[in-house]
């Protein structure tokens, strides 16, 4: 079991150029809500009190070809180092996976949970192809060996044609979307700043309405969540309060720093194909 969220604070500097600057290290709190690291984690060493190691990390994002185009392929690279400048080489798998790369676009319109590979030297790399021209806030989410969860971030600029303008993002006025042949409900036991809020998704099948009963784990859970601010500011990745749980429901719990727009993101797995289902709400 394991109820941790990260919350990244607004300390990340806007950075309109690729790749030419490093992110302070941003704020890393344990919500505290009866998260049980004696049982059931099975990730091993986690330890959320030791901080230490993670302690002044910084990460550089940059493409390999020095700077990313709309449409194209490109090259993420993501290095991280201690505050000396050194390269930081040893990283405890979370979550299946040694780093875990989130991905949006200013307006959070663009969503994407990538998972770069190691390379040595501090270097993780993934491919990916940027839709459209414009800014994108990258989030590398990874737990140095000895120390706890941690989340830097920086914005970089894609080259090419932006999106339509769109509009700021508004609150869903139904929590409820279709999402291929599913159809995910999600209620919120409250919608207050500074408190506890459960996230209970309910996925059913779109035709039949009939609760889904066999989700698959998702690196390693029932689903995941990742939760920003308008701004992009405000950074939380929720695991699930049951992650063994299969469905149809998934409950997940966190607690939204200040009042404002949030956009919600579930990640679920079903025969083999994983999805995503976006929620925008108001927190007061
Ligand atoms: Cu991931």
Redesign the pocket.
């Known amino acids: 079991m394991k109820r941790r969220t990260m919350l990244a604070g607004a300390m990340s500097i806007a950075l309109l150029l690729a790749g030419c600057g490093n992110t302070e290290l941003a704020a890393n709190n344990d919500s505290g809500h009866g998260a049980n690291h004696a049982q059931g984690d099975t990730h091993g060493g986690h330890n959320a009190e030791s901080a230490a190691p993670a302690d002044h990390l910084k990460a550089s994002f940059a493409f390999a070809s020095g700077s990313a185009k709309a449409n194209e392929k490109t090259e993420i690279k993501v290095r991280i180092s201690d505050k000396d400048g050194s390269p930081v080489n040893d990283f405890e798998v979370n979550?299946e996976?040694l780093m875990?790369l989130i991905v949006v676009s200013e307006d959070l319109s663009s969503f994407s949970?990538i998972?770069p590979e190691f390379k040595g030297e501090g270097t993780f790399t993934v491919p990916t192809t940027f839709l459209n021209g414009g800014k994108y806030k990258m989030f590398a989410d990874f737990k140095p060996a000895g120390g706890s969860g941690t989340t830097l971030s920086e914005w970089v600029h894609v080259e090419g044609e932006a999106a339509q303008p769109s509009a700021a993002i508004a609150p869903d006025a139904k929590l409820v979307k279709e999402v291929g042949d599913k159809e995910i409900e999600l209620s919120l036991s409250g919608t207050k700043a500074n408190e506890e809020v459960t996230l209970s998704y309910d996925i059913r099948d779109a035709k039949t309405k009939e609760g889904i009963q066999n989700l698959e784990p998702y690196?390693g859970a029932v689903g995941h969540v990742v939760i920003l601010s308008q701004d992009a500011e405000q950074y939380l990745h929720v695991h699930p309060l049951d992650e063994k749980a299969t469905g149809p429901k998934a409950e997940f719990a966190t607690t939204f720093p200040h009042s404002g727009i949030y956009k919600i993101w579930g990640q679920f797995q079903h025969k083999g194909e994983v999805f995503t289902v976006p929620f925008v709400v108001e927190i007061k």
Do not use: F, G, N, T
């Open positions: 979550h996976k875990h949970h998972h690196l």
